[in-house]
Protein backbone atom coordinates (compact mmCIF):
# COMPACT_ATOMS: atom_id res chain seq x y z
CA UNK A 1 0.00 0.00 0.00
CA UNK A 2 1.39 3.27 -0.86
CA UNK A 3 1.52 5.68 1.95
CA UNK A 4 2.34 9.45 1.50
CA UNK A 5 3.69 11.41 4.54
CA UNK A 6 4.44 15.06 4.18
CA UNK A 7 6.51 17.22 6.61
CA UNK A 8 5.78 19.63 8.13
CA UNK A 9 1.80 19.76 8.36
CA UNK A 10 1.97 23.15 9.46
CA UNK A 11 4.26 25.73 8.80
CA UNK A 12 3.93 29.87 9.74
CA UNK A 13 6.99 31.87 8.17
CA UNK A 14 8.18 35.49 7.91
CA UNK A 15 8.27 37.06 4.54
CA UNK A 16 11.23 37.03 2.64
CA UNK A 17 12.27 33.53 4.32
CA UNK A 18 13.34 30.35 2.45
CA UNK A 19 11.74 26.86 4.10
CA UNK A 20 11.40 23.23 2.32
CA UNK A 21 8.25 21.12 2.68
CA UNK A 22 9.08 17.63 2.33
CA UNK A 23 6.54 14.44 0.85
CA UNK A 24 7.80 10.81 1.28
CA UNK A 25 6.22 7.77 -0.04
CA UNK A 26 6.34 4.50 1.03
CA UNK A 27 6.67 2.59 -2.38
CA UNK A 28 8.11 3.18 -5.94
CA UNK A 29 6.03 5.65 -8.32
CA UNK A 30 6.45 6.82 -11.19
CA UNK A 31 5.35 10.41 -11.14
CA UNK A 32 5.09 13.33 -8.37
CA UNK A 33 2.41 15.99 -8.12
CA UNK A 34 2.44 18.84 -6.17
CA UNK A 35 -0.98 20.86 -6.02
CA UNK A 36 -2.00 24.28 -4.02
CA UNK A 37 -5.66 24.48 -2.20
CA UNK A 38 -6.55 27.73 -1.32
CA UNK A 39 -9.11 27.58 2.13
CA UNK A 40 -12.45 26.18 0.48
CA UNK A 41 -11.08 26.27 -3.04
CA UNK A 42 -10.07 23.56 -5.54
CA UNK A 43 -6.83 22.06 -6.42
CA UNK A 44 -4.52 24.21 -8.41
CA UNK A 45 -1.56 21.98 -9.76
CA UNK A 46 1.85 23.03 -9.23
CA UNK A 47 3.89 20.69 -10.76
CA UNK A 48 4.26 17.31 -12.09
CA UNK A 49 7.64 15.46 -11.80
CA UNK A 50 8.40 12.50 -14.06
CA UNK A 51 11.60 11.37 -13.41
CA UNK A 52 14.84 11.05 -10.82
CA UNK A 53 16.34 14.29 -10.26
CA UNK A 54 13.43 16.19 -11.87
CA UNK A 55 13.69 20.06 -10.71
CA UNK A 56 10.76 22.52 -11.57
CA UNK A 57 10.62 25.97 -10.72
CA UNK A 58 7.48 28.42 -11.22
CA UNK A 59 8.32 31.67 -9.34
CA UNK A 60 9.18 31.66 -5.63
CA UNK A 61 8.39 27.32 -5.53
CA UNK A 62 10.83 24.89 -6.96
CA UNK A 63 9.55 21.11 -6.48
CA UNK A 64 12.49 18.37 -6.83
CA UNK A 65 12.26 14.65 -7.39
CA UNK A 66 14.57 11.59 -5.80
CA UNK A 67 12.97 8.32 -6.38
CA UNK A 68 15.82 6.57 -5.14
CA UNK A 69 14.80 8.30 -1.41
CA UNK A 70 11.37 7.89 -2.61
CA UNK A 71 11.19 12.00 -1.57
CA UNK A 72 10.01 14.93 -3.22
CA UNK A 73 10.89 18.60 -2.11
CA UNK A 74 8.60 21.73 -2.77
CA UNK A 75 11.18 24.94 -1.82
CA UNK A 76 9.49 28.20 -1.23
CA UNK A 77 12.26 31.08 -1.73
CA UNK A 78 11.65 34.62 -0.38
CA UNK A 79 8.25 34.11 0.70
CA UNK A 80 5.62 36.42 0.34
CA UNK A 81 1.94 36.31 1.96
CA UNK A 82 0.12 35.17 -1.23
CA UNK A 83 1.95 32.08 -1.63
CA UNK A 84 -0.49 31.07 2.31
CA UNK A 85 -2.16 28.32 1.29
CA UNK A 86 -1.88 24.33 2.01
CA UNK A 87 0.28 22.73 -0.34
CA UNK A 88 -0.20 18.48 -1.13
CA UNK A 89 1.88 15.82 -2.77
CA UNK A 90 0.04 13.42 -4.63
CA UNK A 91 2.39 9.69 -6.03
CA UNK A 92 0.87 8.24 -8.94
CA UNK A 93 0.12 4.79 -8.18
CA UNK A 94 -2.17 2.47 -11.16
CA UNK A 95 -4.76 5.31 -12.19
CA UNK A 96 -4.74 6.79 -9.04
CA UNK A 97 -2.99 9.89 -7.19
CA UNK A 98 -2.32 9.15 -3.80
CA UNK A 99 -2.11 12.38 -1.35
CA UNK A 100 -0.32 13.24 1.65
CA UNK A 101 -1.94 14.85 4.99
CA UNK A 102 -0.90 18.58 3.05
CA UNK A 103 1.16 21.04 4.54
CA UNK A 104 -0.40 24.53 5.87
CA UNK A 105 1.42 27.92 5.02
CA UNK A 106 1.15 30.85 6.55
CA UNK A 107 3.25 33.54 5.78
CA UNK A 108 3.33 36.34 8.00
CA UNK A 109 4.60 39.96 6.83
CA UNK B 1 -8.85 28.17 -20.51
CA UNK B 2 -11.05 25.17 -20.57
CA UNK B 3 -12.19 23.61 -16.80
CA UNK B 4 -13.63 21.04 -15.12
CA UNK B 5 -17.26 22.34 -14.07
CA UNK B 6 -18.95 20.78 -10.92
CA UNK B 7 -22.77 20.86 -9.96
CA UNK B 8 -23.71 21.48 -7.23
CA UNK B 9 -21.60 23.56 -5.62
CA UNK B 10 -23.41 22.50 -2.32
CA UNK B 11 -26.11 19.55 -2.04
CA UNK B 12 -27.34 19.50 1.81
CA UNK B 13 -29.26 16.09 1.72
CA UNK B 14 -30.97 13.86 4.48
CA UNK B 15 -29.37 10.57 5.45
CA UNK B 16 -30.51 7.66 3.55
CA UNK B 17 -31.51 10.07 0.75
CA UNK B 18 -30.12 9.50 -3.06
CA UNK B 19 -27.70 12.13 -4.34
CA UNK B 20 -25.94 12.53 -7.88
CA UNK B 21 -23.14 15.01 -8.18
CA UNK B 22 -22.62 16.13 -11.53
CA UNK B 23 -19.39 16.90 -13.49
CA UNK B 24 -18.44 18.49 -16.92
CA UNK B 25 -15.05 17.05 -17.63
CA UNK B 26 -12.65 18.86 -20.06
CA UNK B 27 -13.29 18.45 -23.44
CA UNK B 28 -11.55 15.58 -25.11
CA UNK B 29 -10.35 14.42 -21.86
CA UNK B 30 -10.57 10.98 -21.20
CA UNK B 31 -9.82 9.83 -18.35
CA UNK B 32 -11.67 10.79 -15.10
CA UNK B 33 -11.79 10.67 -11.55
CA UNK B 34 -13.58 11.32 -8.81
CA UNK B 35 -11.94 12.26 -4.83
CA UNK B 36 -13.20 13.04 -1.27
CA UNK B 37 -12.05 14.89 1.05
CA UNK B 38 -13.53 15.51 4.49
CA UNK B 39 -12.76 18.68 6.41
CA UNK B 40 -9.68 19.64 7.63
CA UNK B 41 -8.42 16.22 5.84
CA UNK B 42 -6.55 14.83 2.80
CA UNK B 43 -7.86 14.42 -0.67
CA UNK B 44 -8.97 10.32 -0.92
CA UNK B 45 -9.11 8.63 -4.48
CA UNK B 46 -12.40 6.89 -5.55
CA UNK B 47 -12.92 5.84 -8.70
CA UNK B 48 -11.41 6.51 -12.00
CA UNK B 49 -12.94 5.33 -15.09
CA UNK B 50 -11.52 5.10 -18.69
CA UNK B 51 -13.55 4.06 -22.03
CA UNK B 52 -17.27 3.88 -20.48
CA UNK B 53 -15.90 1.53 -17.67
CA UNK B 54 -14.41 1.88 -13.83
CA UNK B 55 -10.21 1.11 -14.14
CA UNK B 56 -9.80 1.27 -10.36
CA UNK B 57 -11.60 2.29 -7.30
CA UNK B 58 -10.74 2.14 -3.85
CA UNK B 59 -12.17 0.84 -0.67
CA UNK B 60 -13.93 3.66 -0.22
CA UNK B 61 -16.15 2.92 -3.08
CA UNK B 62 -18.73 0.22 -1.93
CA UNK B 63 -21.95 -0.38 -3.73
CA UNK B 64 -23.55 2.57 -2.52
CA UNK B 65 -21.38 4.74 -5.44
CA UNK B 66 -21.39 4.26 -8.57
CA UNK B 67 -20.52 6.50 -11.80
CA UNK B 68 -21.64 6.71 -15.50
CA UNK B 69 -20.66 8.70 -18.10
CA UNK B 70 -24.34 9.43 -19.41
CA UNK B 71 -23.53 11.43 -22.99
CA UNK B 72 -20.37 12.49 -23.93
CA UNK B 73 -20.36 15.41 -21.55
CA UNK B 74 -21.20 14.21 -18.32
CA UNK B 75 -19.39 12.51 -15.72
CA UNK B 76 -22.03 11.57 -12.39
CA UNK B 77 -21.47 10.34 -9.22
CA UNK B 78 -24.36 8.83 -7.67
CA UNK B 79 -24.74 7.98 -3.23
CA UNK B 80 -27.81 5.62 -3.20
CA UNK B 81 -28.14 6.18 0.10
CA UNK B 82 -26.21 8.70 2.03
CA UNK B 83 -24.64 8.32 5.53
CA UNK B 84 -23.50 10.87 7.73
CA UNK B 85 -19.83 9.91 7.09
CA UNK B 86 -20.24 10.70 3.19
CA UNK B 87 -20.66 14.74 4.10
CA UNK B 88 -17.44 16.08 2.17
CA UNK B 89 -16.17 17.75 -0.28
CA UNK B 90 -16.12 15.99 -3.39
CA UNK B 91 -13.88 17.03 -6.47
CA UNK B 92 -14.16 15.56 -10.25
CA UNK B 93 -11.03 15.41 -12.30
CA UNK B 94 -9.90 14.73 -15.62
CA UNK B 95 -7.11 14.35 -17.70
CA UNK B 96 -6.47 14.05 -21.55
CA UNK B 97 -4.79 11.01 -22.31
CA UNK B 98 -2.10 8.47 -22.83
CA UNK B 99 1.47 10.34 -22.29
CA UNK B 100 -0.30 13.13 -20.30
CA UNK B 101 -0.19 13.75 -17.00
CA UNK B 102 -1.88 16.73 -15.40
CA UNK B 103 -5.39 15.47 -13.44
CA UNK B 104 -7.48 18.30 -14.15
CA UNK B 105 -9.63 19.00 -10.70
CA UNK B 106 -13.10 20.83 -10.63
CA UNK B 107 -14.33 23.48 -8.23
CA UNK B 108 -15.95 20.81 -5.82
CA UNK B 109 -19.56 19.99 -4.49
CA UNK B 110 -19.81 20.29 -0.75
CA UNK B 111 -22.30 17.22 0.20
CA UNK B 112 -23.61 17.91 3.61
CA UNK B 113 -25.18 14.94 5.11
CA UNK B 114 -27.97 15.27 7.93
Known amino acids: ELKVEQNPLFLSMQEEKNYTIYCNYS?????LYWYRQDPGKSLESLFV?????AVKQEGRLMASLDTKARLSTLHITAAVHDLSATYFC?????????FGQGTTLQVKP | EPEVTQTPSHQVTQMGQEVILRCVPI?????FYWYRQILGQKVEFLVSFYNNEISEKSEIFDDQFSVERPDGSNFTLKIRSTKLEDSAMYFC????????????FGPGTRLTVT
Open chain 1, 49 to 53: LLSNG
Open chain 1, 27 to 31: TTSDR
Open chain 2, 27 to 31: SNHLY
Open chain 2, 93 to 104: ASRAGTGTYEQY
Open chain 1, 90 to 98: AAHLGSKLI
